[in-house]
């Protein structure tokens, strides 16, 4: 079955710096890779996805970048806020209406 | 719209107890699944259903049981409680089928088993 691992576990940065968050999965099927967003006590929000047949994708300061060849995607954050501070999930699914998860990095803004 | 919501929010079971996680959602998604939220380990899928009358088991299936009679409501029953089923369980529902579209989540029941 399909295996999700994400790097880092933690990632702190200093605000307005860029933060990158990267996974690798292990199923060429899947063909579905979307990113959410927890805060504390709240439940995932989906920030940004791609798919398959697209190797960018942008939205404001977030972007994802997907390597079908090399079987994983990163997420980008630009310019990073106080707000941004929050643990951050991919996840990879296909036809079978399963998505695997990461297992998520806690990202910290610096002051 | 209310969304995705989920009751309880917070629940304290002891071993061997049963109870059902209700889930409901008003968008009139077809696909619905639960999730088990614990430290460290992401999100891992219980069970899921992509319309009334079908389930389907995910990637942690056991000791749980679903059901799916409406489209709306999608019940997660613990059948006997352990303490290895202490966790965040989350419901969620997507508009189409499953894994290729955005995933509304409800907000979650805190779960402990003692």
């Known amino acids: 079955g399909e295996n999700v691992e994400q790097h880092p576990s933690t990632l702190s940065v200093q605000e307005g710096d860029s933060a990158v968050i990267k996974c690798t999965y292990s199923?060429?099927?899947?063909?579905?890779f979307p990113w959410y967003k927890q805060e504390l006590g709240k439940r995932p929000q989906l920030i940004i996805d791609i798919r398959s047949n697209v190797g960018e994708k942008k939205d404001q300061r977030i972007a994802v970048t997907l390597n079908k060849t090399a079987k994983h995607f990163s997420l980008h954050i630009t310019e990073t806020q106080p707000e941004d501070s929050a643990v951050y999930f991919c996840?990879?699914?296909?036809?079978?209406?399963?998505?695997?998860w990461g297992a998520g990095t806690k990202l910290i803004i610096k002051p | 719209n209310a969304g995705v919501t989920q009751t309880p929010k917070f629940q304290v079971l002891k071993t061997g107890q049963s109870m059902t996680l209700q889930c409901a959602q008003d968008?009139?998604?077809?696909?619905m699944s639960w999730y088990r939220q614990d430290p460290g380990m992401g999100l891992r899928l219980i069970h899921y259903?992509?319309?009334?009358?079908?389930?389907d088991q995910g990637e942690v299936p056991n000791g749980y049981n679903v059901s799916r009679s409406t489209t709306e409501d999608f019940p997660l029953r613990l059948l006997s409680a352990a303490p290895s089923q202490t966790s965040v369980y989350f419901c969620?529902?997507?508009?189409?089928?499953?894994?290729?579209?955005?995933?509304?989540f409800g907000q979650g029941t805190r779960l402990t088993v003692v």
């Open positions: 199923d060429s099927a899947s063909n579905y």
């Open positions: 968008m009139n998604h077809e696909y």
């Open positions: 969620a529902s997507s508009p189409n089928l499953g894994s290729g579209s955005e995933a509304f």
């Open positions: 996840a990879a699914g296909d036809s079978n209406y399963q998505l695997i």
């Open positions: 259903s992509v319309g009334a009358g079908i389930t």
